[in-house]
């Protein structure tokens, strides 16, 4: 479970990115991060790992309160897909990337090695095991980063735009493997087609705050209400 | 330079195929760094003058390379690279040490360049044996057995940082080299002009970029201080393969192989 208690973020150069942001995110529950560009989707997902740090508020998971002696523990346990997979796949092959998590937890080698079969099995890539990112497709590479983040058994996974990038063959592939993945997860997306079929419950954020946080359906079909958060393709 | 993309799956190349699995591959990391690293001291501790006794060394590439199976193709490009370098260093002795060392015929052979051929054979050897160590064991394995040698850990993660960064940079390079050609169809290549621009853009991106890349890296652990691995135990045909190499090496530095030929004979 996430709890995000009246957190604020703003960045070096004073952009108030987030402004006094709560909700929580319970176990198993699907949650789709809906606003307009540099509405403070990315911004807040970053502070949920550790990578940005709120002045004010506090995030706790799983009960553990994030702070620099928990940052270890709290990202063991909620797993980032970045939004560009060519931030995340850096390794010069693709299983040394799944491997990448575990073995920093300190793993065995086998275990390590059972937990990429695991992640490539899991997401159907094994295929891809010993090749280069360098040479996949946008799609392959999204899977793939995926995987490097699976492997690590996050209790929750949270994703920045999984379907950019996506053929719509791969965006529905995507769709279904997600939907098979039992972890909680916080999904920031455009795409509005995807957010109704993947998340029951939606966030929708404005300039850095919260909007509006309900059900899916009631929330991406209200015309109003997606007009005033800036987002004027209604489905 | 417009096949960047293709460059910078070179350098990885080597190291895909470190994910086979051969004999040599399973060794245990340790000793095939050792037995490099010895391979590489003794060659370099030969005199500058000497190139016929590092003739019989070619043995340690020639036969790891069947065992591992490694492709000669791939390892003397990758060994091509460092032949310029090599070359500059060995240029100048032709050019200062210019003394009759033996003559062949009537050709005069001066010391210059018999030392320039020492070097050119010289580097040769140590880069295939880099190159070959490289592709036969992970690289994780091989930062770690560094580690355990007690290699200053700073080094051990520079040298982690540049190795998977420099396919970050060149990949960026080649994505805005793209962007750029497609913009200016009259030019072939890069103007003059717009180089200063192009590399300030490109430090600053590929610095963004690494920025983002460590950041998801901390968000899977990644913490460089802590490289934690299992000790893995050595087994007997480590111990084998460490003798096996070690021996005829050190053998061949001690004693001169070609002088007891010709004793012999
Ligand atoms: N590194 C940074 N320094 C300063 N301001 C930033 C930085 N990154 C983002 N911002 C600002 O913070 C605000 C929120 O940005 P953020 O990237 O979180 O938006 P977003 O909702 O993810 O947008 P998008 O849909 O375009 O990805 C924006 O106003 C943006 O300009
Ligand atoms: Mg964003």
């Not at chain 1, 987030?18 to 540099?38: H, K, M, P, Q």
């Not at chain 1, 002045?55 to 706790?60: A, H, L, Q, R, V």
């Amino acid at each position: 479970m996430i709890a995000v208690n009246n957190i604020s973020v703003t960045y070096p150069d004073g952009t108030k990115a987030i402004r006094d942001v709560s909700f929580t995110i319970n176990d198993g529950e699907s949650v789709a991060l809906i606003g307009a560009n540099g509405a403070g989707k990315t911004t807040l997902l970053l502070s949920l790992v550790g990578v940005l740090k709120p002045y004010t508020g506090t995030i706790s998971v799983d009960g553990i309160t994030l702070e620099r002696q928990t940052l270890n523990e709290v990202r063991r346990r909620v797993g980032m897909v970045f939004q560009n997979p060519d931030d995340q796949l850096f390794m010069p092959m693709i299983n040394d990337d799944i491997a990448f998590g575990p073995r920093n937890l300190g793993l065995s080698e086998d275990i390590v090695e059972d937990r990429v079969n695991s992640a490539l099995s899991e997401l159907g890539i094994g295929h891809l095991r010993g090749r280069s990112s360098l040479r996949l497709s946008s799609g392959e590479k999204r899977i793939a980063a995926i995987a490097t983040v699976l492997s690590m058994n996050p209790t929750m996974m949270i994703f920045d735009e999984p379907t950019a990038f996506l053929d719509p063959k791969s965006r529905r592939g995507l769709i279904k493997l997600l939907s098979k993945l039992p972890h909680g997860r916080l999904i920031a997306t455009h795409d509005l087609a995807f957010a109704d079929e993947v998340c029951p419950r939606t966030i929708l954020m404005k300039n850095g705050t919260i909007f509006a946080d309900g059900k899916t359906r009631e929330l991406i079909y209200d015309a109003r209400i997606m007009d005033e958060c800036g987002i004027a393709d209604t489905l | 330079m417009a096949n960047i993309r293709s460059k910078t799956q070179d350098i990885y190349s080597l190291e895909q195929l470190s994910s086979k699995s051969s004999r040599v591959h399973a060794l245990h990391p340790m000793v095939k760094l050792i037995s490099t690293l010895l391979f590489v001291v003794i060659i370099v501790s030969f005199n500058r003058y000497e190139f016929v006794r590092l003739i019989p060394f070619v043995f340690y590439p020639v036969i790891l390379m069947a065992l591992s199976e490694t492709p000669w193709s791939i390892m003397l490009r990758r060994a091509a690279l460092a032949l310029p370098f090599a070359l500059l260093a060995g240029i100048s002795n032709i050019l200062f040490d210019t003394d009759t060392a033996f003559v062949i015929g009537y050709l005069p052979v001066s010391f210059g360049l018999v030392s320039f051929i020492s070097i050119l054979f010289r580097t040769f050897l140590c880069v295939a044996a880099v190159l070959i160590l490289v592709a036969v064991t992970p690289f994780n394995q091989l930062t770690n057995q560094l580690r355990r040698l007690h290699a200053p850990d700073i080094f051990v993660t520079l040298f982690e940082m540049i190795y998977r960064y420099i396919g970050v940079l060149l990949d960026e390079a080649s994505a805005m080299y793209t962007a750029y050609i497609l913009r200016s169809t009259e030019h072939k290549g890069l103007q003059m002009r717009h180089m200063g621009s192009f590399a300030g853009q490109l430090l600053i991106r590929s610095y963004d970029r690494a920025e983002r890349v460590y950041n998801a890296m901390k968000c899977r652990g990644y913490n460089s201080l802590a490289s934690r691995s299992k000790v893995i135990p050595l087994t007997g045909s480590d111990i084998f393969y460490l003798a096996a190499v070690s021996l005829p090496v050190i053998l061949l530095r001690v004693f001169d192989i070609n002088k007891l030929f010709t004793a012999v004979f």
